[in-house]
């Protein structure tokens, strides 16, 4: 996954310069080609709903904070996000629980999980800061693996 090691910036939709949690979520769907809304209000419409942590996925989006606030669930209690100002894209022990997120939602249709091989690892120079990040990190390779395989599934 390229954007870990990425700076937050609020409003932030290019990796080059910076990504806010919706606009890293929605660039990393949009990577394996799938559109979701762009704002974390609008992205807690998107798919489907998810009770409860213990029925999550990887792939799927946590809301926290009244919806103003979205993470990657990755599994095995790892997220994914652009966290705050400050702070890089990165994969991190969660803090959520089922008594502080607002919802959870599913962008792809049940079933549609397989295993996929894990990338090799990688770097990547953020820009301006000379600091070299892996450029993929296996534990969001294997939650995107997820809408990978329905994408190639519908390809058949």
Known sequence: MAYVGIPYVWGGTDPAVG??????LQRAYADIGIQIPRVTWD?????????????????DLLFSFDGGHVSMYLGD???????QPGSNVAVRDMWET???????RRILPEGSASVAPVVPEA?????????????????????????????ASMAR
């Open 123 to 151: 770097e990547v120079v953020l820009p301006d800061a000379g600091i070299a990040a892996p450029a993929f990190d296996p534990a969001v390779d294997e939650a995107l693996a997820t809408q990978a395989a329905f994408l």
């Open 98 to 104: 089922d008594a502080n997120i607002t919802t959870i």
């Open 43 to 59: 992205q807690m419409n998107a798919g489907t709903h998810v009770p409860s942590l213990s029925q999550a996925q990887p792939g």
């Open 19 to 24: 990504l806010d949690c919706s606009g890293f």
């Open 77 to 83: 209690g790892k997220a994914i996000d652009a966290p």
